[in-house]
Protein backbone atom coordinates (compact mmCIF):
# COMPACT_ATOMS: atom_id res chain seq x y z
CA UNK A 1 0.00 0.00 0.00
CA UNK A 2 1.36 3.56 -1.13
CA UNK A 3 2.26 5.66 1.97
CA UNK A 4 3.36 9.36 1.63
CA UNK A 5 5.34 11.36 4.02
CA UNK A 6 6.44 14.56 4.35
CA UNK A 7 8.81 15.85 7.49
CA UNK A 8 9.39 18.41 8.88
CA UNK A 9 5.72 18.46 9.93
CA UNK A 10 6.24 22.32 10.61
CA UNK A 11 9.24 24.28 9.40
CA UNK A 12 9.94 28.08 10.57
CA UNK A 13 12.53 29.78 9.07
CA UNK A 14 13.64 33.96 8.44
CA UNK A 15 12.87 35.69 5.19
CA UNK A 16 15.15 35.41 2.67
CA UNK A 17 16.36 31.78 3.62
CA UNK A 18 16.39 29.06 1.01
CA UNK A 19 15.09 25.82 1.74
CA UNK A 20 13.85 22.31 1.34
CA UNK A 21 10.93 20.53 2.03
CA UNK A 22 11.22 16.88 1.62
CA UNK A 23 8.49 14.20 0.43
CA UNK A 24 9.27 10.01 0.39
CA UNK A 25 7.12 7.66 -0.91
CA UNK A 26 7.22 3.67 -0.45
CA UNK A 27 6.13 2.55 -3.87
CA UNK A 28 8.21 3.77 -6.70
CA UNK A 29 5.73 2.68 -9.39
CA UNK A 30 4.01 6.47 -9.92
CA UNK A 31 2.74 7.97 -12.88
CA UNK A 32 3.53 11.62 -11.29
CA UNK A 33 4.03 13.34 -8.56
CA UNK A 34 2.78 16.77 -7.58
CA UNK A 35 2.89 19.57 -5.38
CA UNK A 36 0.41 21.75 -3.56
CA UNK A 37 0.13 24.89 -1.53
CA UNK A 38 -2.85 25.56 1.03
CA UNK A 39 -3.32 28.18 2.87
CA UNK A 40 -5.48 28.52 5.84
CA UNK A 41 -9.16 27.60 4.96
CA UNK A 42 -8.65 27.72 1.66
CA UNK A 43 -8.75 24.69 -1.60
CA UNK A 44 -4.98 23.74 -3.19
CA UNK A 45 -2.98 25.45 -5.41
CA UNK A 46 -0.98 23.38 -7.95
CA UNK A 47 2.50 24.13 -8.05
CA UNK A 48 4.64 21.66 -9.65
CA UNK A 49 3.72 18.32 -11.08
CA UNK A 50 6.53 16.14 -11.88
CA UNK A 51 5.96 13.04 -14.41
CA UNK A 52 7.92 9.69 -13.70
CA UNK A 53 10.36 10.62 -16.72
CA UNK A 54 11.35 13.64 -15.19
CA UNK A 55 13.84 14.48 -12.68
CA UNK A 56 13.11 18.10 -12.07
CA UNK A 57 10.37 20.70 -12.56
CA UNK A 58 11.07 24.69 -11.91
CA UNK A 59 8.37 27.39 -11.84
CA UNK A 60 10.28 30.64 -10.39
CA UNK A 61 11.64 30.36 -7.05
CA UNK A 62 10.61 26.71 -6.83
CA UNK A 63 12.49 23.57 -7.80
CA UNK A 64 11.13 20.33 -7.62
CA UNK A 65 13.16 16.91 -7.69
CA UNK A 66 12.05 13.00 -8.31
CA UNK A 67 14.12 10.42 -7.59
CA UNK A 68 11.52 7.60 -8.17
CA UNK A 69 13.99 4.79 -7.41
CA UNK A 70 14.92 5.76 -3.71
CA UNK A 71 11.01 7.23 -3.44
CA UNK A 72 11.87 10.57 -2.77
CA UNK A 73 11.14 14.16 -3.85
CA UNK A 74 12.14 17.85 -2.57
CA UNK A 75 10.83 21.27 -3.13
CA UNK A 76 13.20 23.89 -3.24
CA UNK A 77 12.57 27.81 -2.11
CA UNK A 78 14.73 30.15 -3.29
CA UNK A 79 14.57 33.46 -1.02
CA UNK A 80 11.78 32.63 1.08
CA UNK A 81 9.07 35.44 1.72
CA UNK A 82 6.38 36.15 4.13
CA UNK A 83 3.84 35.10 1.40
CA UNK A 84 5.55 31.82 1.39
CA UNK A 85 3.90 30.74 4.35
CA UNK A 86 1.50 28.06 3.99
CA UNK A 87 0.86 24.18 4.38
CA UNK A 88 2.92 22.56 1.16
CA UNK A 89 1.53 18.93 0.26
CA UNK A 90 2.93 16.58 -2.07
CA UNK A 91 0.38 13.58 -3.55
CA UNK A 92 1.73 10.77 -5.75
CA UNK A 93 -0.28 9.64 -8.63
CA UNK A 94 0.32 5.15 -8.34
CA UNK A 95 0.48 3.79 -11.72
CA UNK A 96 -1.83 0.18 -10.50
CA UNK A 97 -5.28 2.35 -11.15
CA UNK A 98 -7.62 3.49 -12.64
CA UNK A 99 -8.15 7.47 -12.84
CA UNK A 100 -6.63 10.08 -11.07
CA UNK A 101 -6.83 9.43 -7.28
CA UNK A 102 -3.88 10.97 -5.39
CA UNK A 103 -2.40 9.90 -2.31
CA UNK A 104 -0.91 13.22 -0.25
CA UNK A 105 1.30 13.49 2.71
CA UNK A 106 0.12 15.10 5.83
CA UNK A 107 2.14 18.48 4.55
CA UNK A 108 4.57 20.78 6.07
CA UNK A 109 3.76 23.49 7.76
CA UNK A 110 5.61 26.48 6.33
CA UNK A 111 6.14 30.19 8.65
CA UNK A 112 8.62 32.59 7.33
CA UNK A 113 8.89 35.48 9.29
CA UNK A 114 10.06 38.82 8.09
CA UNK B 1 -11.11 31.52 -17.14
CA UNK B 2 -13.31 30.50 -13.55
CA UNK B 3 -12.01 27.89 -11.27
CA UNK B 4 -13.16 25.16 -9.71
CA UNK B 5 -16.69 26.45 -7.59
CA UNK B 6 -17.90 24.22 -4.86
CA UNK B 7 -21.26 25.21 -2.99
CA UNK B 8 -22.33 25.98 -0.06
CA UNK B 9 -18.88 27.10 1.58
CA UNK B 10 -20.11 25.69 4.86
CA UNK B 11 -22.91 23.63 6.22
CA UNK B 12 -24.09 23.11 9.96
CA UNK B 13 -26.29 19.43 10.12
CA UNK B 14 -27.17 17.32 12.56
CA UNK B 15 -26.86 13.63 12.96
CA UNK B 16 -28.77 11.47 10.98
CA UNK B 17 -29.51 14.01 8.62
CA UNK B 18 -28.37 13.87 4.76
CA UNK B 19 -26.75 16.65 2.86
CA UNK B 20 -25.51 17.33 -0.80
CA UNK B 21 -22.47 19.25 -1.77
CA UNK B 22 -21.71 20.57 -5.39
CA UNK B 23 -18.53 21.16 -7.50
CA UNK B 24 -18.51 22.68 -10.72
CA UNK B 25 -15.08 21.85 -12.60
CA UNK B 26 -13.36 24.33 -14.50
CA UNK B 27 -14.56 24.55 -18.32
CA UNK B 28 -13.64 22.04 -20.18
CA UNK B 29 -12.31 19.28 -17.90
CA UNK B 30 -13.89 15.56 -17.48
CA UNK B 31 -12.50 14.90 -14.28
CA UNK B 32 -14.13 15.89 -10.91
CA UNK B 33 -12.59 13.94 -7.90
CA UNK B 34 -13.41 14.54 -4.27
CA UNK B 35 -11.65 14.05 -1.26
CA UNK B 36 -12.01 14.81 2.11
CA UNK B 37 -10.13 16.58 4.68
CA UNK B 38 -9.70 16.54 8.41
CA UNK B 39 -6.25 17.05 10.48
CA UNK B 40 -6.02 13.64 12.05
CA UNK B 41 -5.96 11.49 8.32
CA UNK B 42 -5.49 14.08 6.23
CA UNK B 43 -6.36 14.10 2.38
CA UNK B 44 -8.31 11.24 1.72
CA UNK B 45 -9.98 10.23 -1.71
CA UNK B 46 -13.03 9.61 -1.43
CA UNK B 47 -14.24 9.05 -5.40
CA UNK B 48 -13.76 10.09 -9.04
CA UNK B 49 -16.29 10.61 -12.03
CA UNK B 50 -15.07 11.21 -15.43
CA UNK B 51 -17.43 11.53 -17.90
CA UNK B 52 -20.46 10.83 -15.88
CA UNK B 53 -18.72 7.38 -15.11
CA UNK B 54 -17.75 6.73 -11.58
CA UNK B 55 -13.97 5.60 -12.32
CA UNK B 56 -12.83 4.71 -8.80
CA UNK B 57 -13.72 4.96 -5.19
CA UNK B 58 -12.10 5.65 -1.62
CA UNK B 59 -12.37 3.64 0.87
CA UNK B 60 -15.21 5.63 2.79
CA UNK B 61 -18.80 3.89 3.68
CA UNK B 62 -22.04 3.61 1.28
CA UNK B 63 -22.86 6.65 2.60
CA UNK B 64 -20.59 8.82 0.49
CA UNK B 65 -22.38 8.67 -2.40
CA UNK B 66 -21.68 11.08 -6.19
CA UNK B 67 -22.67 11.63 -9.30
CA UNK B 68 -22.05 13.40 -12.40
CA UNK B 69 -23.87 15.23 -14.94
CA UNK B 70 -23.36 15.36 -18.69
CA UNK B 71 -21.86 18.99 -18.37
CA UNK B 72 -19.21 17.53 -16.03
CA UNK B 73 -20.43 19.28 -12.61
CA UNK B 74 -20.77 17.56 -9.62
CA UNK B 75 -22.53 16.60 -7.04
CA UNK B 76 -21.55 14.71 -3.92
CA UNK B 77 -24.28 13.27 -0.82
CA UNK B 78 -23.59 11.62 2.37
CA UNK B 79 -26.65 10.40 4.41
CA UNK B 80 -27.06 9.12 7.51
CA UNK B 81 -24.67 11.84 9.17
CA UNK B 82 -22.58 11.18 11.70
CA UNK B 83 -19.96 13.26 13.91
CA UNK B 84 -17.34 11.56 12.39
CA UNK B 85 -18.11 13.20 8.75
CA UNK B 86 -17.33 16.75 9.78
CA UNK B 87 -14.15 18.01 7.64
CA UNK B 88 -13.76 19.95 4.58
CA UNK B 89 -14.60 18.61 1.59
CA UNK B 90 -12.70 19.54 -1.76
CA UNK B 91 -13.36 19.15 -5.25
CA UNK B 92 -10.84 18.60 -7.80
CA UNK B 93 -11.00 19.04 -11.36
CA UNK B 94 -8.56 18.33 -14.42
CA UNK B 95 -8.65 17.42 -18.25
CA UNK B 96 -8.47 13.62 -16.90
CA UNK B 97 -8.23 11.53 -20.24
CA UNK B 98 -6.60 7.60 -19.98
CA UNK B 99 -3.14 6.60 -19.31
CA UNK B 100 -2.89 6.22 -22.67
CA UNK B 101 -2.75 10.18 -23.57
CA UNK B 102 -0.38 11.19 -21.31
CA UNK B 103 -1.00 14.91 -22.61
CA UNK B 104 -4.46 14.77 -20.29
CA UNK B 105 -3.79 12.43 -18.16
CA UNK B 106 -0.66 14.53 -16.60
CA UNK B 107 -2.52 17.36 -16.21
CA UNK B 108 -2.21 18.45 -12.23
CA UNK B 109 -5.41 18.63 -10.29
CA UNK B 110 -7.34 22.39 -10.00
CA UNK B 111 -8.90 22.47 -6.37
CA UNK B 112 -11.95 24.84 -5.27
CA UNK B 113 -12.19 26.25 -2.09
CA UNK B 114 -14.23 23.65 -0.18
CA UNK B 115 -17.36 23.00 1.96
CA UNK B 116 -16.75 23.20 5.54
CA UNK B 117 -19.45 20.39 6.78
CA UNK B 118 -19.90 20.66 10.67
CA UNK B 119 -22.03 17.86 11.94
CA UNK B 120 -23.91 17.89 15.42
Known amino acids: KQEVTQIPAALSVPEGENLVLNCSFTDSAIYNLQWFRQDPGKGLTSLLLIQSSQREQTSGRLNASLDKSSGRSTLYIAASQPGDSATYLCAVLPLNQAGTALIFGKGTTLSVSS | KAGVTQTPRYLIKTRGQQVTLSCSPI?????VSWYQQTPGQGLQFLFEYFSETQRNKGNFPGRFSGRQFSNSRSEMNVSTLELGDSALYLCASSLGGFRTDRLTYNSPLHFGNGTRLTVT
Open chain 2, 27 to 31: SGHRS
